[in-house]
């Protein structure tokens, strides 16, 4: 349960991005590179307690490129429910659901090289880094319940030429095989072409496990009492598999897709760290990490790891969530 109720909170937000990230992902800052996380204050000049938190304006210490202070003639309250800038045509911002009044920005998560906010970015990120995942994942089980299903019901010849190609694809590794069949395609697409292409390009390579869990159940189930009374009976094949056997693969379906996402998204983030996947200025957690490859930004701005960080728990919650699923069907099958 609680593993479930993090992953619907973590999906939740990328859902709502637009609304809980106080920016947009591509709204620059050009004066605050890598600024740091913003204090949020209770606490005035005067000494006086303040209900609402408030912020003070970043500038960058005179002498000393990428330190940043408090400028604490200019404090600005944290706002509730506000406007973005409006758009070029003349139409209202987005509603965010919370922001501050220029020249203060709030940056709870820091800045990075170009003063976007990170968890903007973040946000945003999730987006095409969990969902990428979760089609991927939807592809792969597609294809692999396909096939495995024809290769498990028909047998012979279907047989041996589907698990022949799912043994080459399990001989390869599946992230250099990823890596092949990436680099082969067009670098340079845009940026929602980039992630169509991310999840054919992982859901593609890797059918074949799912496929041969699902055979296994096929094979099983096409010779219970029952189907092989209902094929007595005259039952046609698309029958016998819609009724009788489709249901059996559920609970492997359920548990693959649950070990399969945080597998799918570790490659988007894979790529797109490589500069294969997504790329600037649209943000994935993969691009997000991708600064990282500089040294100065790893050893100075620790707020560029929380994009990696952000995968620790959705990584550890899809495990658990497996964990429960495979527990649960076994003792249904039993």
């Known amino acids: ?39 949020l204050h209770f606490t005035g000049t005067d000494g006086r307690m303040h209900l609402r938190p408030f912020v003070y304006a970043q ?15 200019q404090a600005s309250p944290l706002r509730f429910f506000v406007r973005g800038e409006a758009a070029m045509d003349g139409s209202r911002g987005a509603l965010h659901l919370f922001g501050v009044d220029e020249p203060a920005r709030v940056f709870l998560l820091g800045a ?24 991927a994942t939807a592809l792969a089980l597609g294809l692999g319940w396909t096939a495995g299903t024809v290769a498990g019901f028909l047998g012979g010849w279907a047989d041996a030429v589907v698990m022949r190609t799912a043994d080459l694809f399990l001989a390869l590794p599946w992230l250099y ?17 980039a992630f169509l292409l991310l999840v054919l390009v992982i859901g593609i390579v890797d059918w074949a496990r799912p496929a041969r869990l699902v055979r296994a ?15 007595g009976f005259g039952a046609g094949g698309v029958y016998l598999v819609r009724r009788h056997i489709a249901p059996q693969t559920i609970g492997v379906l359920v548990t693959q897709a649950a070990l399969l996402v945080p597998q799918y998204v570790l490659a988007e983030v894979t790529l ?4 294969l996947g997504v790329a600037e200025p649209a943000p994935s957690w993969g691009n997000m990490l991708s600064a ?43």
């Not at 096929?218 to 009492?225: F, I, K, M, Y």
């Open 292 to 334: 990282l490859q500089r040294y100065h930004v790893l050893s100075s701005y620790w707020w560029i790891w929380l994009p990696g960080l952000a995968l620790v728990p959705v990584f550890l919650s899809y495990f658990a969530l497996s964990e429960a699923l495979q527990a649960r069907w076994g003792s249904a099958g039993a």
């Open 1 to 39: 349960m609680v593993a479930a109720a993090v992953l619907a909170a973590v999906h939740l937000a990328a859902l709502m991005a637009g609304f809980l990230a106080p920016y947009g992902p591509l709204e620059q800052n050009r004066a605050l590179p890598y600024a740091p996380p913003t204090r």
């Open 272 to 275: 797109s760290f490589l500069g």
């Open 59 to 73: 500038t960058e210490e005179e002498g000393a490129s990428g330190r940043f202070v408090e400028d604490r003639g």
């Open 217 to 231: 159940v096929v094979l099983s189930a096409r010779e219970r009492g029952y189907v092989l009374a209902a094929r």
């Open 177 to 193: 095989l990823l890596f092949a069949v990436r680099a082969a395609l067009p670098l340079h697409v845009p940026a929602e072409q």
């Open 112 to 135: 990075d090289a170009f003063g976007r906010d990170q968890l903007s970015r973040l946000l945003h990120g999730a987006r095409i880094s969990l969902f990428a995942g979760l089609l």
